[in-house]
């Protein structure tokens, strides 16, 4: 499954312990391909470094490290997504023009959307939850990953 991961799930996972950490450890390590984007990466530099005064190095670590394996996206907006802030059109309009089947994000305005053609929205907790299920057996009709 293509996935894309917000930044404020990327930063969390980086700067704490807890659900987005294993989360993004599950993104890696279950076959999912990761889409990311200039926008995304750009945002995570300065996340990282402003908000959480993280060193210079881990981040571009962590950048180095999104860029492994996975697919690049434009972030060209799409006009007709009704959200406020320009910057969550952009990662919205990211995990589209990637083709991600899921994103992942705490931004309520954006988790309000639910859902944006076939692309699916949830928050880290739904997308754990949907993770358990599969790994259990169980399904949610989520499409299979591109492949």
Known sequence: MR?????NVIASATATRGLCSDLFR???????QLVISEHLLGEI????????????????DLVCL??????????LPLS???LSDPADIAIVSSAINGGADILVTGDKEIVGLVQ?????????RQFWEMEKGQQNGGG????????
């Open 140 to 147: 949610d009709g989520i499409p299979p990953p591109h492949r």
């Open 45 to 60: 530099r300065r996340i990282l470094g402003d908000k959480f005064r993280a060193p210079q190095d881990l981040i571009e």
């Open 80 to 82: 007709e997504l009704p």
């Open 26 to 32: 599950t993104v890696i390590a279950f076959f999912h």
């Open 116 to 124: 944006v053609g076939r692309l699916r929205i949830v928050t880290p």
């Open 3 to 7: 996935v894309f991961l917000d930044t």
């Open 66 to 75: 999104l860029q492994q394996d996975t697919i690049k996206a434009s972030a």
